[in-house]
């Protein structure tokens, strides 16, 4: 069923934001927001990069927006008594302990605390293509940072994850996240796009001046972050193919409205539209503090609870200080706001360069704004 643009009174500032980058022949988006499990914002806009009008059945690649998808499969499989988030990730999987890091807690490997954010040797496409195999080889990998120690697992936390869901379930994430979160909430969002959501998918695209935060020029690069950010193979990622596979550490393609209507479910304690996926109890001990410091190769500051980020960290997740979600590579951002009973995402074709990119940030800025606003005048 298709859906109208709304904008609810009182929201009219954030569509003038969202406007002035994505309007007429500019660089298409979607952006969402919800407040008390109601809908106040759901915006799209620009083109693809084929020129045609972004529509409100446009997806797009959401890139480490993914981990939050995999985070609340993982959450369920917690609820369910099949994951103990306390205990060592090799009493469920024990080829992890390869190189002594076996002892790990489930939980800590969810906060990027494993001691393995890559792989060090060359990935083809047909490898990365893999889930399966690419979790025996992230746990072949010997430790290459301090085991305990916060270092971004830019992919391998996907791998980590969903090797963990397909030990103690037996789906795959993508058809875990598929049967138990997609349909039940009736989300548009994929881990393995299925052949008939590959034409709605917006080609991905790179501002001239694009690259990974960690990897900017101006400072001295830790060459050890090349095996963490230099695993997808350019053939693959530029590939049409490149949504079929399940790759769930950054290849998930999604709508902000699907996010937004995620991150409502997760706010709002588990329950949206009378369909329960989570306890709110599960849900405060995932966005709780589980790793906080500087990233062991890029210097970088991070703050994770399982799975999620959680402020106040360098990602822009907005102003609350109890905000959690994620962003993904290029400026998508994704996540919610508990003590205002808000969620939001932000979904775009053109990936720009962090240091650069007001885009989410001035979204999230006047949606806050606008909430609050809502918040003084009952």
């Not at 985070?71 to 994951?83: I, Q, S, Y």
């Not at 969810?110 to 954010?117: D, E, I, R, S, W």
């Not at 989300?187 to 960690?214: E, M, Q």
């Not at 304690?269 to 890029?298: C, Y």
């Amino acid at each position: 069923m298709s859906r109208e643009l709304l904008v609810s009174p009182g929201f009219e500032s954030v569509a003038k934001v969202f406007s002035k980058y994505h309007k007429d022949e500019l660089a298409g988006a979607s952006f969402a927001a919800t407040v008390n499990g109601t809908q106040v914002v759901d915006l799209w806009g620009g083109v693809k990069s084929d020129g045609a009008p972004w529509s409100d059945d446009t997806v797009c690649v959401i890139a480490s927006g993914t981990k939050g998808i995999c985070t609340v499969a993982v959450l369920m499989c917690v609820e369910r008594g099949l994951l103990n988030l306390e205990a060592p990730i090799e009493s469920i999987w024990p080829e992890f302990a390869a190189g002594g890091k076996g002892q790990v807690l489930i939980g800590d490997a969810l906060a990027h605390m494993a001691g393995v954010p890559g792989i060090e040797r060359k990935i083809t496409a047909q490898e990365i293509s893999d889930p399966i195999l690419m979790a025996q080889l992230v746990a072949q990998q010997h430790p290459f940072v301090p085991v305990g120690s916060p270092t971004y697992h830019a992919l391998t936390f996907g791998w980590i994850a969903s090797e963990l869901v397909r030990r103690v379930d037996g789906r795959s994430i993508g058809k875990f996240v598929r049967e138990e979160i997609a349909q039940p909430l009736q989300l548009d969002l994929h881990i393995g796009a299925a052949d008939d959501v590959l034409p709605r998918i917006a080609k991905t695209t790179r501002a001239k001046n694009y690259n990974y935060t960690a990897l900017l020029p101006g400072s001295a690069i830790d060459p050890r972050l090349l095996h963490v950010y230099g695993m997808t193979p350019v053939e693959l990622s530029e590939s049409a193919d490149f949504a079929k596979i399940e790759l769930p550490g950054g290849g998930g393609v999604a709508s902000a409205y699907a996010m937004s209507r995620l991150y409502a479910m997760l706010v709002s304690g588990g329950e949206l539209d009378g369909v329960r996926l989570l306890q709110p109890e599960t849900i405060e001990i995932a966005r709780r503090e589980r790793s906080v410091g500087n990233d062991a190769l890029s210097g970088r500051q991070l703050r994770f609870g399982i799975g999620f980020e959680i402020n106040p960290n360098p990602s822009r997740l907005g102003m609350a200080p109890d905000a959690f979600g994620h962003t993904g590579a290029g400026g998508s951002t994704h996540g919610a706001w508990p003590s205002m009973n808000t969620s939001f995402s932000y979904a775009m074709r053109e990936f720009q360069t962090e240091n650069s990119d007001s885009r989410a940030f001035e979204l999230l800025d006047v949606l806050d704004e606008c909430v609050m606003r809502q918040l003084k005048k009952k």
